[in-house]
Structure formats: C-alpha cells, structure tokens
Nanobody, 114 residues
Framework: VQLAESGGGLVQPGGSLRLSCAAS????????MGWHRQAPGKERELVAV???????RYPNSVKGRFTISRDNAKNTMYLQMNSLNPEDPAVYYC?????????WGQGTQVTVSS
C-alpha cells in the first residue's frame, strides 16, 4: 500500500489543522490505519488508530483534541487536530497495517508557534 500525507504546516497555539493520508495499491488488504508522530530527539509516538470496524483509539495526550476518520470512497484517512499546543509539533506519519506488512507515508511536518 502506498500512502501520501498532506495538510501539515504552521499553526498558532490553540489552532487547528487537518492532515490527510491518501492510500493507493492493495486497499482491500488494509486491516487498520493510524497516525504516529516523531519530534526531534523523541521516540515515535502513536497518535491515533482506526480499525477496520471503525473503532478508534487515542493516547491520553491527544484524546479529546484529535479525531481520526476515514472516507472509504476516497481511500483517504484524516486526522483532525484541534487545540494544538507546544507539545504537538512533530513530523506526522500515517501508516496502514495489511496482511503482510505495515506501510508508512513519508511524513508531514506540523509546527505550532505564535
């Protein structure tokens, strides 16, 4: 599966961004999708997961602020990020878990600054 993120950029504290992840290739083999992020000097952190059932999971650090969703007709997954704060800047990566592998996008930078 090939994944391409978009939607990153610069936002002020308290602002919002929506990231997109367009999938192509063996779409039918996808079992779950999600987002990770990695800030400089930090380990990659799981941000959100959406299962094939539509169930979602979030860590406490983003729960209530981030929302993951998908549009199956467009083969696209989204991450709506609200109330962004100085802990959120990172490169955000989308991923897809298939029957044989976990595929990753190239990442998109999110910067939070006034």
């Amino acid at each position: 599966v090939q994944l391409a993120e978009s939607g990153g950029g610069l936002v002020q504290p308290g602002g919002s961004l929506r990231l997109s992840c367009a999938a192509s290739g063996s779409i039918s083999s996808i079992r779950s999708m999600g987002w990770h992020r990695q800030a400089p000097g930090k380990e990659r952190e799981l941000v959100a997961v959406i299962l094939s059932s539509g169930s979602t999971r979030y860590p406490n650090s983003v729960k209530g602020r981030f929302t993951i969703s998908r549009d199956n007709a467009k083969n696209t997954m989204y991450l709506q990020m609200n109330s962004l704060n100085p802990e959120d800047p990172a490169v955000y990566y989308c991923y897809a878990v298939t029957d044989i592998a976990t595929d990753w996008g190239q990442g998109t930078q999110v910067t939070v600054s006034s």
